[in-house]
């Protein structure tokens, strides 16, 4: 994985400043089995078609992806007839997870790019089979930071009751010159529902969740500034997972313990 930073507008290059690596296979489809027994096998595997090669490294199913959905499919509380918004989906596995398990809308994202955009709907299209469980998913090109309306319209209810339970986020903070239009992105979408002792609503506050590898092992500490300035901006940080895979390069510079290790946090409005 490259090093290269930098700043810019908001060209697909700039946005994001990772290079393409060598070409890979024209699509390719990889298969998530599902770790939790259940009783009533609704489903067992999800297919993830991946894009060909791309400089947002869409042709990749990462790890944090991996370890997301099987989070996902053992705490369907955060999620169950509610409504989620998956930002830089890329194969979009865990916010298929969520749709599968009964997320009331499911919203999927990424950079409006068409090899992107169309190969989630391709996604949603072979694993949402039901017809009128698809219609509760959308997939939708979008730039971090930018106006949320588009995204908050997709969902039921009245303009003043539209925003998001759940905002995922699968392996994207080393985008270290986005963070803080993610933060910005997250801030704007998430639901500003408060628990509040006592009351009879038990389930869980609104958050974001937010997955990750070092895959840079000596830029780890960039990595960790979006917490950094998620605190500044209000949100109380929470590591809720860590959990060790292969690394995804196995040749790349770096502790290869720290690249093979996910970690999962979980954010919620102080």
């Known amino acids: 994985m490259s090093d290269s ?3 810019g507008g908001l060209a697909l290059d700039s946005v994001f ?12 489809v990889t298969t998530y089995t599902r770790e939790r ?26 790890n944090a992806s991996r370890a997301f959905a099987s989070y996902l499919d053992e705490h369907p509380e955060l999620y169950r ?20 398990n009964g997320a ?18 391709h996604n949603v299209l072979v694993n949402i089979l039901p017809e009128g469980e698809r219609a509760k998913v959308h997939v939708q090109g979008y730039i971090w930071g930018h106006a949320v309306e588009p995204l908050v319209e997709l969902l039921p209810g009245g303009a003043d009751e539209r ?18 239009a993610m933060i910005k992105t997250c801030d704007l979408a998430l639901s500003k529902r408060k628990v509040h002792e006592g009351s009879s609503d038990t389930r869980p506050p609104p958050c ?32 809720v997972l860590t959990r060790k895979y292969p690394p995804m390069f196995p040749d790349d510079p770096g502790e290869e313990e720290v690249r093979a ?3 999962g946090w979980c954010l919620t409005r102080e």
């Open 104 to 121: 009331k809308t499911t919203v999927l994202t990424d950079y409006p790019d068409a090899a992107l955009v169309d190969n989630i709907s």
């Open 37 to 62: 027994q259940t009783d009533h096998g609704d489903w067992t595997v999800i297919d993830i078609r991946l894009v060909g090669s791309h400089p947002l490294w869409g042709h990749h199913l990462w």
């Open 81 to 100: 007839d509610r409504a989620v918004l998956e930002l830089g989906a890329g194969g979009a596995l865990p916010g298929i997870v969520a749709a599968k």
């Open 5 to 7: 930073e930098g700043e």
């Open 163 to 180: 925003a998001f339970d759940l905002i995922i986020l699968s392996d994207l903070i080393f985008n270290h010159s986005q963070h803080e």
């Open 208 to 239: 974001l969740l937010v997955f990750y590898t070092h895959h840079r092992p000596h830029l780890a500490q960039r990595d960790m500034e979006f917490f950094t300035k998620a605190r500044e901006h209000g949100w109380h940080c929470e590591e």
């Open 261 to 263: 290790t996910v970690h």
């Open 17 to 28: 400043t990772e290079p393409p690596r060598p070409p890979s296979p024209e699509p390719t």
